[in-house]
């Protein structure tokens, strides 16, 4: 057994990165400066998308792309129950109602299928979420997206790097949001980003991250002299600092080492498990590559003598980080409160019962990695039945 706790997720820094935010540190911007253009250039070339802006979060991100594509009160979002609260909490935000569509059983992502049984004339948008980092069925939606004129606005929290059919995440749809907390793929401490290749978009987006307001001449209904400015929209303060900016620049230099880790790490696990009676290994889509956000098994519950806690408790017991990725969000006791008790998904229900992640972080070592499958194996084996 590990004499120390193995954790789910962790970040990776180096001196370069310390020299980084030291050096904006001694500079004259500490915010809004010179690295912000810089991240957002570099990001929006990485993912191959025409416009990046930078943003203080991944829910801000979110609750951004949410204003700018014009979600109010009365209209419907569909989304998947499986990802974290803040897909959804956005939608709420903008006074938007949502719609909960049910995963595909084999990739864990929204399935396309669902969306269409869930449009109405009210359908406004859809949020689908790229789930540990598979992409989503991206021709599908955007397919029906065309067919009711409705935006989709990706939550790629957890697909930095992942490509779909070619393409990487972040270039696809009207808008993709992406996350730069510490346990995903690059870190600028707190921080998010929103692609886009509209431009309309990309200038609200703009106003929203830092009160509705612009000095841009050619936006402002009036124009009194130098010191002149308007509030044109009820925006927020959600700035990213340029010292995170910083971080996020010298973080994403080695975002291609780090996901090329991570995608080892995969392969060490799916190879391990393969012959594992009492789990399944995560789907693998032709023509897509995963990020690897996360590396989730899911227990064939029929053929074993314990329940998800007991395995659970189990690889906790052995020092192995483990956590459970997602609780349907219509089931957190907000939500059930406030119009979602009636919301059934049955293979987010099913999956959610069964479902384990497994420690998957670019710095782990293969010993650790060797620690997480010998744990795993033995906990399985000893509880079939
Ligand atoms: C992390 C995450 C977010 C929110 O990002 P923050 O930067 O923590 O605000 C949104 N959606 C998903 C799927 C996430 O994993």
Redesign the pocket.
């Known amino acids: 057994m590990r004499d120390t706790v193995l954790p789910y997720g962790k970040q990776w820094l180096d001196e370069d990165d310390i020299a980084a935010v030291v050096e904006v540190l001694k500079s004259d911007y500490l915010t809004t400066g010179p690295k912000i253009e810089e991240f957002e250039k570099a990001f929006a070339q990485y993912v191959g998308a025409k416009y990046a802006v930078t943003i203080?979060?991944?829910?801000?991100?979110?609750h951004a792309a949410c204003f700018a594509a014009g979600i109010q009160a009365g209209e419907e979002v569909i989304t998947t129950p499986i990802?974290?609260?803040?897909?959804a909490n956005?939608v709420l935000y903008c006074g938007g109602t949502l719609v909960f569509a049910d995963i595909d059983a084999a990739t864990y992502n929204i399935d396309p299928k669902e969306i269409r049984k869930k449009l109405t004339t009210k359908t406004k948008a859809i949020i689908p979420?790229?789930?540990t980092g598979q992409p989503c069925a991206m021709d599908e939606i955007s397919e029906i997206a065309k067919e009711y004129n409705l935006t989709v606005i990706e939550?790629?929290?957890?697909a930095v790097g992942a490509d779909y059919r070619g393409k990487l995440i972040g270039g696809i749809s009207d808008m993709t949001?992406?996350?730069?907390?510490p346990?995903?793929h690059i870190t600028t401490g707190?921080?998010?980003m929103i692609t886009t290749n509209e431009e309309v978009l990309y200038k609200k987006l703009l106003l929203f991250r830092s009160h509705g307001i612009t000095r841009d001449e050619a936006m402002m209904l009036d124009h009194q002299g130098p010191w002149y400015y308007e509030q044109l929209e009820l925006g927020y303060n959600y700035r990213m600092t340029d010292i995170q900016a910083a971080l996020g620049l010298s973080q994403l230099k080695k975002a291609n080492k780090f996901l090329q880790r991570r995608r080892e790490i995969a392969e060490m696990y799916t190879a391990a498990f393969k012959d594992t009676a009492g789990l399944t290994v995560p789907f693998q889509q032709d023509g897509c590559n995963s990020s690897w956000?996360l590396y989730i098994i899911r227990l064939n519950l029929e053929q074993l003598k314990s329940d998800r806690k007991e395995i659970f408790n189990a690889l906790r017991r052995e020092n192995i980080g483990v956590n459970v990725?997602?609780l349907p969000v219509y089931k957190h006791p907000y939500y059930q409160q406030n119009g979602y008790q009636e919301v059934k998904c049955d293979y987010s229900e099913d999956l959610y019962s069964r479902i384990i992640s497994l420690p998957i972080f670019p710095k782990m070592t293969n010993q650790d990695v060797q620690d997480v499958i010998s744990s795993v194996k033995t906990i399985l084996e000893r509880n079939e039945k």
């Open positions: 203080a979060n991944g829910t801000a991100a979110l990802t974290f609260a803040a897909s956005a979420v790229h789930f939550d790629a929290a957890h949001t992406f996350s730069f907390h346990v995903k707190e921080g998010g956000h990725h997602y």
